[in-house]
């Protein structure tokens, strides 16, 4: 079992930044891909980034890709999410979860834990 919990969501301006983090507690954090999602309202939760166990690689969905950052901490069981640039459409309610199998990085079926979500907020 995993447990994981977001924080650092919060209202910014356009063109801002924030950083948000994912505390694990439970099974070894280190040995699993980690990845963001998030779901705006009357939207589906959409794929944003994913980072492999030893954060050697990284994977970015188009919409975020040059301007969010996702980085690990294996000593502290966080990973986090810098987010710069924000857009308003980035506004939406932010998720951590983990991958066990290393497959379907892309896709929320290939999570097996997923933390409560952070509420991101971009006015413009």
């Known amino acids: 079992q995993v447990q994981l919990v977001e924080s650092g969501g919060g209202l910014v301006q356009a063109g801002g930044s924030l950083r948000l983090s994912c505390a694990a507690s439970?099974?070894?954090?280190?040995?699993?891909?980690m990845g963001w999602f998030r779901q705006a309202p009357g939207k589906e939760r959409e794929f944003v980034a994913v980072i492999s166990w030893n954060g050697g690689s990284t994977y970015y969905s188009d919409s975020v890709k040059g301007r969010f950052t996702i980085s690990r901490d294996n000593a502290k069981n966080t990973v986090y999410l810098q987010m710069n640039s924000l857009k308003p459409e980035d506004t939406a309610v932010y998720y951590c979860?983990?991958?066990?199998?290393?497959?379907?990085?892309?896709?929320?079926?290939?999570?097996?834990?997923w933390g409560q979500g952070t509420q991101v907020t971009v006015s413009s």
């Open positions: 979860a983990v991958n066990v199998g290393g497959v379907m990085l892309y896709a929320e079926n290939g999570y097996s834990y």
């Open positions: 439970g099974r070894t954090f280190s040995r699993y891909f």
